[in-house]
């Protein structure tokens, strides 16, 4: 019996205990119950909030569409009346010089008929002299066919101009899916090459103001940033972003050759004057030259700095001349491990081009300059700038026009500027 007791009280104790943690549990699931009220009041107020907030995306998203249809039609028209303005001065432009070119025919055409003194005939030559050269050539041939028939070569010997000033543009076509990044004409100005953005290096067919596309050279697995041809426009080279450079044959378009080694984007690649080697110039801060006939690179420059662009002055000894981020100039003997000579300009430098003749360096840089170099002297001789000339990105150009008379540079306002 007292056994019975003491379980009896012993389960009465557990019975109260369990009372108890059955209040604190209730109590505890109240205050719980209060609390997913408030955060269920919460969630609503917020999917109140999300839904207006949609709302006012989608207005703002229709607002944007309406302000970018309302932009390109804004772009549009204005482009069409920078168009019509372009034409009117052009057709402007054009009625002058015709009215020049009727003139000065009509005054070349008198003085050839009249009789000139011989010390007059001399002025009269030496004001000649700043014609055109057809025109020169005609009207001397006819004065001195006219005192002495026998000779109707007399005048073969005054040089006509290579270049003249176009005032509005030949030709203009769609060459590529987005930027087109570099260009450059064949030797003979029979062909021209443009490398994109879209990987593509096309050839163009030149004739009659026109540019027929010849083919597309393909394998390029990023953009192209230059184009070379050889002297016998029998391949052409083309240096890329992903860190290579390609031949392609020029009349079959297929790829000879595929130099890979550099370990950044390759900026440029020329051709040396024996056509079987090509050096090309890399943001990895090296020049490599390579031999065609191994297919194998056979010298590697460390130059110490990105070449932005490069070209090779000929000889029996030719030298590289390269331009870098570093704002210098170098020149390499190809037969040297080291630099023969630099010069330190004011700005990166972009571009390099040599005149016709080969004895003058044109360098265009991120201060927007362009500068002279005599390579006689290694001395720069001239600078070149202009009121809103801008120098816009690491790989613009510069070149010297085919008879040398000439330089032009792109501004990144979209300018030429020649001098």
Same mark, same amino acid.
């Given at each position: 019996?007292?056994?019975?007791?003491?379980?009896?009280?012993?389960? *009465?104790?557990?019975?109260?205990?369990?009372?108890?943690?059955?209040?604190?549990?209730? *109590?505890?699931?109240?205050?719980?119950?209060?609390?997913?009220?408030?955060?269920?009041?919460?969630?609503?107020?917020?999917?109140?909030?999300?839904?207006?907030?949609?709302?006012?995306?989608?207005?703002?998203?229709?607002?944007?569409?309406?302000?970018?249809?309302?932009?390109?039609?804004?772009?549009?028209?204005?482009?069409?009346?920078?168009?019509?303005?372009?034409?009117?001065?052009?057709?402007? $432009?054009?009625?002058?010089?015709?009215?020049?070119?009727?003139?000065?025919?009509?005054?070349?055409?008198?003085?050839?008929?009249?009789?000139?003194?011989?010390?007059?005939?001399?002025?009269?030559?030496?004001?000649?002299?700043?014609?055109?050269?057809?025109?020169?050539?005609?009207?001397?041939?006819?004065?001195?066919?006219?005192?002495?028939?026998?000779?109707?070569?007399?005048?073969?010997?005054?040089?006509?101009?290579?270049?003249?000033?176009?005032?509005?543009?030949? &030709?203009?076509?769609?060459?590529?899916?987005?930027?087109?990044?570099?260009?450059?004409?064949?030797?003979?100005?029979?062909?021209?090459?443009?490398?994109?953005?879209?990987?593509?290096? +096309?050839?163009?067919?030149?004739?009659?103001?026109?540019?027929?596309?010849?083919?597309?050279?393909?394998?390029?697995?990023?953009?192209?940033?230059?184009?070379?041809?050889?002297?016998?426009?029998?391949?052409?080279?083309?240096?890329?972003?992903?860190?290579?450079?390609?031949?392609?044959?020029?009349?079959?378009?297929?790829?000879?050759?595929?130099?890979?080694?550099?370990?950044? +984007?390759?900026?440029?690649?020329?051709?040396?004057?024996?056509?079987?080697?090509?050096?090309?110039?890399?943001?990895?801060?090296?020049? +490599?030259?390579?031999?065609?006939? $191994?297919? /194998?690179?056979?010298?590697?420059?460390?130059?110490?700095?990105? &070449?932005?662009?490069?070209?090779?002055?000929?000889?029996?000894?030719?030298?590289?001349?390269?331009?870098?981020?570093?704002?210098?100039?170098?020149?390499?003997?190809?037969?040297?491990?080291?630099?023969?000579?630099?010069?330190?300009?004011?700005?990166?430098?972009?571009?390099?081009?040599? /005149?016709?003749?080969?004895?003058?360096?044109?360098?265009?840089?991120?201060?927007?300059?362009?500068?002279?170099?005599?390579?006689?002297?290694?001395?720069?001789?001239?600078?070149?700038?202009?009121?809103?000339?801008?120098?816009?990105?690491? =790989? /613009?150009?510069?070149?010297? /026009?085919?008879?040398?008379? =000439?330089?032009?540079?792109?501004?990144?306002?979209?300018?030429?500027?020649?001098?």
């Amino acid at each position: 019996s007292s056994d019975l007791d003491d379980e009896i009280k012993k389960l *009465s104790d557990v019975l109260s205990a369990v009372n108890a943690d059955k209040s604190q549990l209730q *109590s505890e699931c109240g205050a719980l119950r209060t609390v997913i009220n408030q955060l269920t009041k919460e969630n609503d107020l917020l999917k109140d909030e999300q839904q207006a907030l949609q709302l006012a995306y989608l207005k703002l998203d229709e607002d944007v569409k309406k302000l970018k249809s309302e932009n390109r039609d804004l772009v549009d028209r204005w482009m069409a009346q920078k168009a019509l303005d372009a034409d009117k001065v052009n057709s402007k $432009n054009e009625a002058e010089a015709h009215k020049r070119q009727a003139k000065v025919q009509d005054e070349l055409e008198d003085a050839a008929n009249e009789e000139t003194p011989v010390s007059g005939a001399a002025a009269a030559f030496a004001k000649l002299k700043d014609m055109p050269g057809s025109i020169l050539r005609r009207i001397t041939r006819k004065r001195e066919s006219q005192s002495n028939p026998e000779n109707d070569d007399v005048v073969e010997h005054i040089p006509r101009f290579a270049a003249i000033l176009p005032s509005k543009a030949s &030709c203009k076509f769609d060459a590529h899916d987005g930027e087109v990044v570099s260009c450059r004409f064949s030797p003979t100005g029979r062909y021209l090459a443009t490398g994109g953005a879209d990987r593509k290096l +096309k050839l163009w067919e030149m004739g009659a103001g026109k540019a027929f596309e010849k083919g597309v050279f393909s394998g390029s697995n990023a953009g192209l940033t230059s184009a070379e041809f050889d002297r016998q426009e029998k391949v052409i080279v083309g240096s890329s972003n992903d860190h290579s450079a390609r031949v392609w044959g020029v009349t079959d378009l297929r790829c000879r050759h595929t130099l890979t080694g550099h370990s950044g +984007k390759v900026m440029t690649a020329k051709f040396l004057p024996d056509g079987a080697k090509i050096v090309t110039g890399s943001h990895d801060r090296t020049l +490599k030259v390579w031999d065609l006939r $191994n297919k /194998s690179c056979f010298r590697t420059i460390f130059a110490g700095s990105s &070449c932005n662009d490069l070209v090779v002055s000929g000889g029996s000894g030719p030298s590289i001349i390269s331009g870098h981020f570093d704002k210098r100039i170098r020149f390499w003997d190809i037969r040297s491990e080291s630099s023969a000579n630099e010069i330190s300009l004011q700005g990166k430098v972009t571009s390099l081009d040599l /005149s016709p003749d080969r004895t003058l360096l044109l360098s265009s840089s991120r201060d927007d300059t362009l500068k002279l170099i005599d390579l006689r002297m290694n001395q720069v001789t001239g600078t070149f700038s202009a009121d809103g000339l801008k120098i816009g990105t690491d =790989y /613009s150009r510069a070149c010297f /026009s085919p008879d040398g008379e =000439y330089v032009a540079a792109g501004s990144q306002d979209g300018t030429l500027y020649v001098w």
